[in-house]
């Protein structure tokens, strides 16, 4: 069992935990992460690692409520247990294996929109504790939506937070903020889009555009976490990939944005994931590759 040390609502249907995990928290990186359950009759429930601490062997996750399982773990209070907390899964953050002198030299700039925060923070985090600053755009609907604004605040190069309706910070989406640094004179090496596919779509359209290498996490779409279930199909540089197993960053130019999120809407269904594992046959899992 897993202790839950903390468990706090950070705003309206979103909330943080810190769960005694030493192993996960011996061994994790930024990017990766975990899957949870309640239960031996819960879902599989995969989360993004939001920070954690090697010392006291914890791991920290935010989640959003989406669902009956995350609805359930959201009653969940300091002093309960998940049954299951297995990890780390996926590929950690590039940066982790990078040169770290080659990694000085560059000017990063992550861009966050909602729960994408959350991800975004411990490689910011792991940057600024190998005394690299980079530029951190997070935005919202509006400023109640906002989550960990002090946490990246501390760790953050510079920190620009927007809001879809101008109720806090600057006003408007996070690209026309992406947009004004650059008009201002800023210069970035790589950017880092973390957030719902429609954001880090519209994020790669416009890095694309200003000549800006930029890294997604698909964690978005994953549901299964190991590639059995075919949820996190995606196409990459025309390529089929798995989020959970293949990343869940990989190369936002690359990325059929539009085919992955018209799949999703698809998978929803019974009716739709029959026809998804019907027309993709021994690509639609990324676990066997074998449908059969």
């Keep these: ?14 909330y943080l935990m810190e769960v005694e995990a030493k192993r996960v928290a011996k061994s994790c990186n930024p990017g990766q992460f975990v899957i949870v359950r309640m239960d031996e009759e819960s879902e ?3 989360l993004t690692i939001c920070d954690y601490n090697r010392e006291k062997g914890t791991v920290t996750i935010v989640f959003q409520t989406v669902g009956a399982g995350t609805q359930m773990m959201a009653n969940l209070k300091a002093g309960d247990a998940f049954h299951d907390f297995v990890g780390p899964l996926g590929q950690a953050s590039e940066f982790v294996n990078e040169d770290l002198n080659e990694l000085k030299e560059k000017k990063i700039i992550f861009v966050a929109g909602g729960v994408g925060t959350a991800p975004v923070y411990p490689q910011v985090k792991w940057l600024h504790e190998k005394g690299i600053d980079a530029d951190v755009i997070v935005g919202a609907k509006n400023k109640d939506l906002l989550i960990l604004e002090k946490e990246m605040e501390a760790v953050a190069g510079n920190l620009y937070v927007t809001t879809d309706d101008g109720s806090y910070g600057r006003s408007g989406m996070v690209t026309k903020t992406l947009q004004d640094l650059v008009d201002e004179g800023k210069k970035y090496d790589v950017c880092v889009a ?38 996190c199909r995606v196409t990459v ?16 130019h690359l ?17 739709g994931r029959a026809f998804l594992k019907a027309k993709e046959g021994d690509t639609h899992h990324g676990g066997c590759g074998n449908c059969n």
């Design 1 to 14: 069992m897993y202790k839950i040390l903390r468990a706090e609502e950070l705003t309206a249907n979103i």
């Design 44 to 46: 599989r429930i995969p």
């Design 194 to 231: 973390i957030g719902p596919m429609i954001m880090m779509k519209f994020v790669c359209k416009l890095t694309k555009e200003l000549g800006i290498p930029t890294v997604v996490s698909l964690n978005p779409i994953m549901v299964d976490g190991t590639g059995m279930c075919g949820a």
């Design 237 to 252: 540089g025309g390529k089929v990939k798995f989020a959970c197993v293949d990343g869940p960053e990989f190369d936002g």
């Design 255 to 271: 990325v059929d944005f539009d085919e992955a999120m018209k799949r999703q809407q698809i998978y929803k269904t019974a009716e």
